[in-house]
């Protein structure tokens, strides 16, 4: 069938198919002598340039490319194949280029180019999420723990976009964790929690803590782009009877291999940043797992304090019994019961240092040696590379020598090529894998170092302010015993702390140093929202009322010093008196 007739301007004939939205096509492709190409991809043609005429406004291109409607058949029709043709014409030259833009869309996942622009930008702006809720926690005895929670994601992979009720073991969470290790190593995937906390299993403190560093975990784990496009989450959310990796990989070297390449000076790396964060990250993990050590030795002295305290008080309570003295067994039994009130308090507090300080180190002490060891890997992959590289020179001479050789066998040809271009793909597949693995390990560096300094301030804050709890407490238990050991005897005991003048007029104040509004040791009054009040002022003993002292010195007219931190304005200083104020001078400058 002859199509120039329908065109009167152009007799030759142009090509009926010239309106396709592919007139550019010069072929269906080519075929590839490699799996790899050898050379980059060319760079996309920017919209800002000089010749922003061919890959400027879709609109315009469309309209030409478009392939005409039934109402524009009628009258557009001839024009249509003019602008076509005369398209085909300057592009003629330029065939080349629309074949390669063609060949980097399906890598790149673009549109073609009759779509409109705006539909793959918001393809590009479209951002896959995952996130995980827990909702609860059953335990069974010492089994596993039990986590439930729920999953809300868009991402294609997954049948649907919520998930209710996910029920999974504890020690599924250690399989998934040990397969995302091994399967992303350009991700730091942090450790998981321990099923159980210092606190003591069925605990609530430890139902609390256990969930707050699972949900934590959690989030960290869904924030990453890279793990959460791993198949083995769509099988670890999706399954309904327990999880098992469905594909177990290892790491790139193990057991005698990677210690041997350990003793080795790391590869040379163009990436300083990376280089100097593996020291820092090795030192804080043997110092965390050092310091975790010696507070585990001071948890059970504590412990055995707690318990010879408590002894030593059931001791001295039993003194009461057989002492004829009617103060001083009463200050007997009271004292053994505050020294026994003490020893528990010190059991509470080894605890407490174990929950707040240990399980924090010893978890950061883990979290390290992964983030140490995916760094290692990456030196190990540095090493494949420069191995690599070796490989494909020595390959590359070999086959220059067989090509300046005299006598040359076909065979002997063709192993050498295909040596030579399977180690060029193997030295390429390692250089984009370690291009991709140190570009992803800069940011994941950056954001471990910086959650670990956040997570490890706040168990040290916590670890400070529980402490202090501990010692206001066990202070105003002690306080609590001062009016007993004074009713000893009418000349007030104890109380006189060895000076000559008269214990009635030298009374020191009976109120606890440990009230609601703070330490009165300090001198300094408490912020009210500064949480280290939030559990001390509901324990401690309550402030003892003063005895009024103004018929005993009606002279002075004046109380002794109470325990507030501004009572003591306007009131001389007495060389004699003894309160939270001169306690540290007086030891000072006392001789033994």
Aim: aromatic share 6%; proline share 6%.
């Amino acid at each position: 069938m002859d199509y120039s007739a329908h065109d009167p301007d152009h007799p030759g004939g142009s090509d009926p198919w010239a309106s396709s939205p592919k007139a550019n096509r010069t072929s269906f492709g080519q075929p590839r002598t490699t799996d790899r190409p050898s050379s980059p991809l060319p760079p996309q043609a920017s919209p800002y340039r000089e010749d922003s005429q061919q890959y400027g406004y879709m609109g315009d291109q469309d309209s030409q490319n478009r392939p005409s409607t039934a109402s524009e058949n009628g009258d557009n029709g001839q024009q249509g194949q003019v602008a076509a043709a005369g398209q085909e014409q300057g592009q003629g030259q330029d065939a080349p280029q629309p074949q390669q833009g063609q060949q980097q869309a399906p890598q790149h996942g673009q549109q073609p180019q009759r779509y409109h622009a705006t539909r793959p930008q918001r393809q590009q702006q479209q951002h896959y999420k995952l996130q995980a809720k827990v909702t609860g926690l059953e335990r069974n005895g010492k089994k596993d723990p039990i986590l439930r929670f729920d999953v809300y994601t868009n991402l294609p992979k997954f049948r649907t976009t919520q998930f209710r009720d996910v029920r999974r073991l504890h020690s599924e969470f250690v399989k998934l964790g040990e397969h995302l290790i091994s399967a992303c190593p350009e991700a730091m995937v942090p450790a998981i929690p321990p099923a159980t906390t210092s606190a003591g299993a069925g605990t609530d403190e430890d139902e609390v803590r256990l969930k707050t560093s699972m949900q934590r975990w959690l989030n960290i784990v869904c924030s990453n782009d890279i793990l959460i496009r791993d198949e083995e989450m769509v099988f670890f959310v999706e399954s309904d009877f327990g999880y098992s990796p469905v594909v177990r990989r290892k790491q790139p070297a193990t057991g005698v291999r990677r210690k041997v390449i350990k003793q080795f000076a790391p590869p040379p790396d163009d990436t300083p940043e990376l280089a100097a964060a593996r020291p820092v990250v090795k030192a804080f993990y043997l110092g965390t797992m050092e310091a975790e050590q010696k507070l585990e030795k001071v948890v059970k002295h504590r412990r055995n304090l707690g318990v010879a305290e408590s002894d030593l008080g059931a001791k001295f309570a039993a003194l009461h019994v057989q002492e004829t003295h009617q103060g001083l067994s009463l200050a007997y039994k009271k004292l053994g019961k505050v020294i026994q009130a003490t020893g528990d308090f010190h059991a509470a507090q080894g605890t407490a240092e174990a929950t707040t300080l240990g399980d924090p180190l010893q978890y950061h002490s883990s979290d390290a040696f992964i983030a140490k060891e995916t760094l290692t890997n990456r030196h190990i992959l540095l090493r494949e590379l420069l191995q690599a590289q070796s490989a494909t020179k020595s390959k590359l001479s070999a086959a220059d020598r067989l090509k300046a050789s005299s006598s040359v066998k076909r065979d002997k040809v063709d192993e050498a090529i295909a040596a030579l271009d399977e180690a060029r793909s193997h030295e390429q597949y390692l250089t984009s894998k370690a291009q991709r693995v140190t570009a992803n390990l800069l940011q994941e560096q950056r954001k471990w170092f910086g959650r670990t300094a956040h997570d490890m301030r706040q168990a040290i804050r916590e670890y400070v302010i529980r402490e202090i709890e501990a010692e206001r407490r066990t202070l105003a238990t002690l306080e609590s015993v001062r009016p007993d050991i004074r009713a000893i005897d009418g000349s007030g005991g104890l109380s006189r702390l060895g000076r000559e003048a008269h214990p009635a007029q030298r009374r020191a104040s009976l109120a606890s140093s440990q009230g609601p509004k703070g330490d009165a040791w300090s001198g300094v009054p408490r912020r009210p929202g500064d949480g280290l009040n939030r559990s001390v002022s509901g324990s401690l003993a309550g402030p003892l009322p003063e005895e009024d002292e103004n018929e005993e010195e009606p002279l002075h007219g004046r109380k002794r010093a109470t325990s507030k931190a501004g009572s003591q304005k306007g009131v001389e200083e007495d060389e004699d008196r003894i309160d939270a104020k001169n306690a540290a001078s007086r030891l000072a400058t006392t001789t033994f």
